[in-house]
């Protein structure tokens, strides 16, 4: 008589196939649009590279770079939460000064109305 019951046995077997889906490596990037990804990968190259002249430079655009015909993207350094933030992901209330450059979520908080469009400066009033 078997220790071993058959039936338990196989039915292990059957599921082993299933089990044997390999996580492949992915990192948290790879889960976001490629532009995306992107622009998280160069936000942290910045906040790397700036270090603590964050806090010189809150508040002003790091980079401008054409998406498209329409579309410019903007990197920033938001005047509130002092993170490099990006015009496409964070919003951006843009100062026409470029020294109070802010992201949306903050805009948001101090009641500050963005203007339609995603903050091109030309609606401000
Ligand atoms: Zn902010």
Redesign the pocket.
Same mark, same amino acid.
């Given at each position: 008589m078997g220790r071993i019951r058959r039936r338990d046995k196989e039915k292990k077997k059957a599921f082993s196939i299933f089990d044997d889906d390999e996580p492949s490596d992915v990192s948290e990037d790879e889960d976001l649009p490629k532009d995306e990804a992107g622009r998280r990968k160069i936000k942290r190259q910045y906040s790397e590279l700036l270090g603590v002249r964050i806090e010189k430079l809150k508040g002003r655009i790091l980079n401008r770079e054409r998406i498209n015909k329409t579309i410019e993207g903007v990197y920033f350094i +938001?005047i509130? &939460?002092k993170?490099v933030?990006h015009n496409m992901d964070d919003g951006l209330l843009e100062d026409p000064e470029n020294a109070n450059n802010? +992201?949306a979520? &903050?805009a948001r908080s101090k009641g500050i109305p963005l203007p339609p469009g995603g903050g091109k400066g030309q609606a401000a009033a």
């Open positions: +938001c509130d &939460c993170k933030c802010r +992201c979520p &903050c």
